[in-house]
Nanobody, 114 residues
Framework: QVQLVESGGGLVQPGGFLRLSCAAS????????MGWHRQAPGKQRELVAR???????IYADSVKGRFAISRDNAKNTVYLQMNSLKPEDTAVYYC????????WGQGTQVTVSS
């Protein structure tokens, strides 16, 4: 089992930026992929970005060029740098870890509004 603790969400104006952090603990050696999904009210949870143990990454088309996922292996932490934020980025963002099982963080609210 992997435990995931998120931080960094908040309220920002359109065009602003935030950096989300997700610290992993537990059976971290079993993790093969980590990433971020988001869910807005009335919508399905959608993939935002993932980073694999190989270092490869994938992004949703809606965030390409604006968001960047990275990791700090020494801290067992992944980050999501979000730039040029838009109101449609408003959602609860969930950290994800996949390996022998799937685990999720508690979610952190990101609100983009003037």
């Amino acid at each position: 089992q992997v435990q995931l603790v998120e931080s960094g969400g908040g309220l920002v104006q359109p065009g602003g930026f935030l950096r989300l952090s997700c610290a992993a603990s537990g059976s971290i050696s079993s993790i093969r992929v980590m990433g971020w999904h988001r869910q807005a009210p009335g919508k399905q949870r959608e993939l935002v970005a993932r980073i694999f143990s190989s270092g490869g990454t994938i992004y949703a088309d809606s965030v390409k060029g604006r968001f960047a996922i990275s990791r700090d292996n020494a801290k067992n932490t992944v980050y999501l740098q979000m730039n040029s934020l838009k109101p449609e980025d408003t959602a609860v963002y969930y950290c994800y870890a996949g390996g022998i099982r799937t685990d999720w963080g508690q979610g952190t609210q990101v609100t983009v509004s003037s």
